[in-house]
């Protein structure tokens, strides 16, 4: 079903037909697209509030701006749907997030608008800030760069990192701050005190008023403008010295906070930033949900909430008759609260994943030992390291894309004074319909090669229970558990905590004619596969080795005995994986065996379901099938 777009919006294919009409229309533009990104998100879902939230804001940015020579750059990418919309892809947005359909993220293969392929948070003042520096470099004086950066991605230390930078680049750079106050859960942190202060103080919005009455003229000044910007400032500067403006210290100059759901002052303060040159941040105020009343109410439930009935606002989710396997990641968030209950030792650290991740569940049930740290990865492990420092056991869940932010931190302060921290990687393997910037395809490749590091993946919910619970033990050292996106296949799932030796495998079933090895999840195609098999007489051995470090040698002795061919199949990347360390093993001990490796090859893998990526790459059910099919043919020809 193709949804309509309002009179003035099917006007629009790109910002230039935007830029068209007079100012008094965008009011019914913006109308018109937040009903469009209604209409849509609640059939093919996706991200839902953050676009909301910015629906004036991005009209009024094109509207003002000449994208796509003006560079603009959102941050995180997940509130760009009406930048995607304004530009020129309206008529493929039923497309968005679907299988070889629109990334739903900004990409710079699919628009000259989309200056910067985004998905993980607070790089976008640092891309910006380079754009800028290059434009000055090249002579474009006339160019305008801009970061659409969010109260939460603003937490990130990438985010400050820039803002230092860019303070003494004198580069012409516009920070927009979009504030509501919310992350996915709500934002966190002294920052967003800060910035509630500001906007509550007396003295601010007084100056916010008169500030914008004067730069309100500027336009109709013309050349006197550059007059006007320099008393606006000196008036900024003697109201903010009194206040010690965070980002007038950084040397910014910071306008704001302003409401960024007006769209006629809005367009005017950006038409307006446009003759004011060097580091500038302006501080909208945006509600996230803005026009849908629900999710304006429940923001972190409409952040992304799958399909739904635009009018009751009924989420729809899929009935079963029968009970159904949870997800992985709440066996995480129960298993961590039931551990901590027998272990007074146990913390639990999240970078703004409280509900992505479940740890919610401990954060309600134990506020004092489960710590949301913002979006902050790096500092999410270094601060785990320190608890470990104290004999405390940090639980500390990333999902798997995001841990390589914090990955030197891994090593320097984790790995190298082998600390117990357990990491346990979420949405490991492909993520789905987020696409390339959130699979989970590199933590076996990075986390195996650090020394001291355990690396380890269930097979189901009671192996992840039994993981976690053995991490928790004294002395364990730095302790990867990775796990998938979704459900795992045990409805029954409370199992009894038992401890796992570290580095063993358990055996499936014993074969004849090829094994088969996996780890992780994705054990469960291979037990398909074999019942299929063996239903022909073709016995297979499935072995779940559970850890790619330090890897179950004993079994693999066995098996390297006992088979003349190997399948591995792992989630991840194929270089440096499982399938690779099983190799590494084979090598080092001289045994010369068929082994076909059997994962992400080296490749961007674009956004899909998981089956369906599993299915492109070859390793679902159908795929392990065929490759061992090949594998038992290739020797009876022989
Ligand atoms: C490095 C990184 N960590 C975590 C995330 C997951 N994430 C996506 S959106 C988001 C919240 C962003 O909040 P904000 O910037 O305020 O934007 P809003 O959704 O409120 O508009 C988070 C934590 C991410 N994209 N990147």
């Known amino acids: 079903m193709i949804i309509q777009p309002g009179e003035l919006l099917a006007q629009i294919n790109s910002p230039a037909d935007l830029r068209g009409l007079d100012q008094e229309q965008l009011l019914q533009v913006s109308q018109e697209l937040r009903q469009f990104i209604i209409d849509n998100v609640s059939i093919y879902g996706g991200h839902f509030g953050a676009s909301l939230g910015v629906v004036e804001l991005t009209v009024a940015l094109h509207y003002a701006f000449n994208t796509p020579y003006d560079q603009l750059i959102w941050d995180v990418g997940h509130q760009a749907y009406g930048h995607k919309i304004l530009t020129g892809r309206r008529g493929l947005f039923h497309t968005n997030r679907k299988y070889q359909g629109l990334s739903g993220f900004p990409k710079r293969k699919e628009s000259p608008f989309d200056a910067f392929g985004v998905g993980h948070s607070s790089t976008s003042i640092s891309a910006a800030l380079g754009m800028a520096v290059a434009s000055q470099y090249k002579g474009e004086n006339d160019r305008h760069h801009i970061a659409v950066i969010g109260d939460g991605a603003m937490t990130g230390g990438m985010a400050f990192e820039a803002l230092n930078h860019a303070g003494v680049a004198n580069a012409n750079l516009l920070v927009v701050l979009n504030d509501n106050c919310m992350s996915i859960d709500p934002n966190v942190g002294a920052l967003k005190e800060y910035l509630t202060d500001i906007t509550t103080s007396r003295t601010y919005n007084k100056l916010r008023d008169e500030v914008w009455n004067v730069l309100g003229k500027i336009s109709k000044f013309g050349p006197n403008a550059q007059y006007i910007a320099s008393k606006v400032e000196s008036a900024i500067k003697a109201s903010l010295l009194k206040q010690s403006n965070l980002f007038e210290s950084l040397k910014f100059r910071y306008f704001g906070p302003v409401d960024g759901h007006d769209i006629h002052h809005l367009t005017a303060v950006l038409k307006d930033l446009k003759n004011i040159p060097g580091p500038k941040i302006l501080h909208c105020l945006t509600v996230k949900g803005k026009g849908f009343a629900l999710a304006e109410k429940d923001q972190t439930k409409w952040h992304a909430p799958g399909t739904f009935d635009k009018i009751t606002g009924e989420i729809y989710r899929v009935q079963y008759d029968t009970p159904q396997p949870p997800k992985y990641q709440d066996v995480f968030g129960h298993t961590m609260v039931e551990l901590a209950e027998q272990n007074s030792k146990i913390m639990g650290v999240t970078p703004a994943m409280p509900s992505g991740s479940s740890l919610n569940i401990m954060m309600a049930a134990m506020p004092n030992r489960a710590f949301d740290v913002g979006i902050a990865e790096q500092h999410a492990v270094t601060f785990s390291a320190g608890l470990a420092t104290q004999g405390l056991v940090p639980f500390c869940n990333i999902y798997s894309t995001f841990m390589q932010r914090g990955y030197d931190q891994v090593i320097h302060d984790v790995c190298l004074q082998n600390l117990n921290v357990v990491f346990c990687l979420d949405r490991a393997g492909f993520a789905g319909d987020d696409g390339p910037t959130h699979h989970g395809n590199y933590d076996i490749a990075y986390m195996r090669c650090i020394p001291n590091m355990v690396v380890s993946a269930p097979m189901n919910e009671s192996e992840l229970r039994n993981l976690m619970y053995t991490a928790s033990q004294p002395d364990m050292g730095p302790f990867t558990i990775r796990y998938p996106r979704g459900q795992g296949v045990m409805p029954e799932w409370r199992t009894p905590l038992k401890k796992i030796e570290v580095g063993t495998g ?133």
């Open 506 to 638: 358990r055996v499936i079933q014993e074969g004849e004619e090829l094994a088969i090895l996996t780890f992780g999840h994705i054990g469960n195609y291979a037990v398909e596969v074999c019942k299929n098999l063996q239903k022909e007489g073709i016995t297979v051995g499935h072995y779940d080795m559970r850890f790619a470090k330090p890897l179950d040698e004993q079994l693999l002795h066995h098996i390297f005995r006992q088979y003349d061919k190997v399948v591995t199949v792992e989630d991840g990347c194929l270089q440096g994986g499982f399938g690779s360390a099983v190799l590494e093993f084979m090598v080092d001990y001289q045994y010369q065996v068929q082994v076909k490796r059997l994962g992400i090859p080296d490749a961007v893998i674009e956004h899909g379901s998981q089956l369906q990526l599993h299915h492109d790459c070859g390793y679902d059910a159908e795929g392990i099938e065929k490759t061992v099919r090949e594998m038992i043919l290739q020797s009876v020809k022989v």
